[in-house]
Each structure stands twice: as C-alpha cells, then as structure tokens.
C-alpha cells in the first residue's frame, strides 16, 4: 500500500447512497469498480462512509469495516479468502492497519506504457534517393568601374583610389 493510513482530517463521515456514487466522488480509477464492486457483494456491505483519504464500508455481520482506498482495499482478516471472477485474491499484510490485510486494485498491474505494436513481418521499404538539386547560378552585378582608377566599383559605390 503505498497511500497514507491514520487519521483523516478531511473526511465529512458523510454516508453514500451506493457505492457507485461512493467511487465517483472519490476518483477512483473506473477500471478499478467492476473489481471492488465483486468484493463489496461477496464480503456483505450494509453503507459505505466517506473517511476522506478512503471509503469506509460497514460489513452487515461481524468484522472490521472495509477502507476503500484509490489503490487498495483494506480490512481483510488472515482467515478470509476472497474469489474475484475465478481467481482467489492474494491478501497482503496492512502496514497502517496492523491485524488486518489488504488487497492491491487491478489498475496497480496495468502498465503504464501502452503495448507496442508487433514488429512488421514484412521487410521495411526504402525510399528512393533524393536527386540533387542544380545549384542556382549567381548572378553577377554591375557596380561600374572607376573613372581614375579603371577598378570595378565595390557594392557600397567606392574603389581602391577613394
């Protein structure tokens, strides 16, 4: 768990209608709901509480409340064992919490880079060289020449006699 435990000064202990309200108002990453929502239903919750840092869901029979978090659910005892989908969810020991357990969100899993795409089976192609272009011919000017000197004029309208 990488996120804060303790107190949570911002909380309102506000109750929530749902959960689905309950994790909109608290951001959390929509890839997560469909996974906390199979956890909510198969652990028994009666009302879900805004903490501040976390949603508190108050189990119906016995238990520590749940502690909902942005990347993490907490509040799992050693002896539970949780079945998501088909797969058993690995608990790992609560740092904040002491005797209770947690479990990591799928988005913690999720790469952040997306997937490259497959490298082409076909071999790449080259593009033709570029032709070189004809270099611009420099035009000459005709600054005019010296009537002492007999030199050609600079740009500026001087010669070497000035």
């Given at each position: ?24 108002a ?19 919750i ?16 016995e238990?520590?409340?749940?502690h ?5 659910t907490?509040?799992?005892?050693e ?30 899993f ?17 593009s ?11 035009e ?19 010669c070497?006699?000035?």
């Amino acid at each position: 768990m990488k996120e804060v435990q303790g107190p949570t000064p911002a909380g309102t202990s506000r109750p929530y209608r749902s959960l689905p309200e309950a994790l909109r108002a608290h951001r959390i990453d929509p890839s997560n709901h469909a996974f906390i929502t199979a956890i909510v239903e198969e652990i028994g919750i009666s009302s879900f509480i805004d903490r501040g840092r976390y949603i508190e869901a108050i189990r119906r029979g016995e238990g520590a409340p749940l502690h909902i978090g942005r990347t993490y659910t907490n509040g799992f005892t050693e002896d539970e064992r949780l079945v998501v989908g088909s797969a058993p969810l690995r608990l790992q020991p609560s740092e904040g919490r002491a005797p209770y357990f947690y479990v990591s969100h799928p988005s913690e899993f999720i790469p952040l880079t997306p997937p490259r795409a497959a490298k082409r089976t076909t071999t790449p192609r080259v593009s033709a060289p570029r032709a070189e272009k004809a270099p611009k011919p420099v035009e000459e000017r005709d600054y005019g020449v010296c009537d002492v000197c007999f030199m050609v004029k600079t740009p500026s309208g001087g010669c070497g006699c000035d």
